[in-house]
Every structure is written in C-alpha cells, then in structure tokens.
C-alpha cells in the first residue's frame, strides 16, 4: 500500500498522559498537513510542513501541541498533558505541490488516529 | 470569518436515483474548491477540485459546479449506489488553508 499511513490508528489514555502519533506520507510527497476531526464536524486544520519546515500553525495547536517532520518523511503530532477535549480523530494528509506558495493538487489523507481521552 | 455551509446535512435516497449536495461559502481569497468523500472511520478521498476559471467538472458519476460570483457548488451523484453512501465533504483553499464543511451525510437504500 503505497497511501498514507498513521499509526496508531486508535489511542485510549487517560487525561493528563502524553500521547505521539506517526504519520508516514505518499514518499514523494513534499508536503504534509495535520488536522482534527471531532463526530459530525469535518476536518479542522492544524498544522502543515513545506519538507522539514513547519509553515502554518493554526490556533487550534495549543502549546500542549507540538509536531515536527525530521527529515522531511515522516511526521509526529505529540499532545502532552492530554484533556478530555482532545478526544478527536487526528487526520494527516500529503501533497505534491510543484510551485511554492500554490495549492491546486489533492490532499490525500490517511485513514486517521482516533484518540479517546479517559 | 471564514465559513464554509453545506445542505443538507443528511439525505436519504433510493438505489439508482440521483441527487444534488449544495455548498455556499464564505472563504476569501479563493484558491480552488474541492469536493472528498468520506467513508465512516476512514480518511476523506478526493473526488473534485476546481479553480476559479472552471464551473464545472466531472469525476465518473460525480459532476460538480462552481459558481465563483454567488460563491455556490454543488455536487450532483448520478445513478447513486449503495457504495455511495458516505459523508460528502466541501472544502475550500485560500492560500493553501483548507476550510472544511461539515459535510452531507447521504445514505443509499436498495
């Protein structure tokens, strides 16, 4: 299978634990985005990389939040202090933008991290 | 603010009949408007994605428009299948920020 991949793709913890999600994108995908889905909502942006530089952050990715992409591959989402509140699906998607600064290919997601705070 | 508004928010439909999701939004500046399926417990799957310039495009028995000046889509399902049945999720780019819709829930019945 050569989509995206996330791991796990379901995390119960108790409040207050840390939790890390891995997302491996498409391999020559150059960019790579992480959001978060709550049920019956879509998908709400957090984050996105350009290779291994974090672009955007959305006010969503409170200081508990943190993500990073190494080597421009595979990428972490780490919540620390984790609430009830972040009890969410955690999509992460990849793209292959040619130009810098445009936004016209498809995102393709994986299938997600369901995280279910105790 | 930024909105992007789908109805309606659930549909219900016979196998093999047709149906039109709507979406208005609010998003500005506009880069592109995309149209993703989203099975239930999966990751949403591309479908559409139009610029400015296009009014309409079709991907097999999926075909949506794009109206830019009253800032309206839809996407039309023809022949539906039972396999249609999914969560239809609008989204829209400016400047590489993606606003998501909270998508139309469409069930298909035989």
């Known amino acids: 299978d050569t989509g995206v991949s996330q791991d796990p793709r379901h995390k119960i913890t108790k409040r207050g634990q840390n939790v890390t999600f891995r997302c491996d994108p498409i391999s020559e995908h150059n960019r790579l985005y992480w959001y978060r889905q709550t049920l019956g909502q879509g998908p709400e942006f957090l984050t996105y990389f350009q290779n291994e530089a974090q672009l955007e952050k959305s006010r969503l990715l409170s200081d508990r939040f943190s993500a990073e992409r190494p080597k421009g591959s595979f990428s972490t989402l780490e919540i620390q202090r984790t609430e009830q509140g972040d009890s969410a699906m955690y999509l992460c998607a990849s793209s292959l933008e040619i130009t810098f600064g445009t936004d016209n290919q498809p995102q393709h997601f994986g299938d997600g991290t369901r995280l279910s705070i105790l | 603010k930024n909105q992007v508004e789908q109805s309606p928010q659930s549909l219900i439909i016979l196998e093999g009949k047709n149906c039109t999701l709507q979406c208005n939004y609010t998003v500005s500046p506009f880069s592109n408007l995309r149209w993703y399926k989203q099975d239930t417990g999966r990751g949403p799957v591309s479908l559409t994605i139009m610029t400015f310039s296009e009014n309409t495009k079709s991907n097999g028995r999926y075909t949506a428009t794009l109206d830019a000046d009253t800032k309206q889509s839809s996407l039309h399902i023809t022949a539906s299948q039972l396999s249609d049945s999914a969560s239809y999720i609008c989204?829209?780019?400016?400047?590489?920020?993606?606003?998501f819709g909270q998508g139309t829930i469409l069930t298909v019945h035989p």
């Open positions: 989204v829209v780019s400016a400047r590489g920020k993606l606003t």
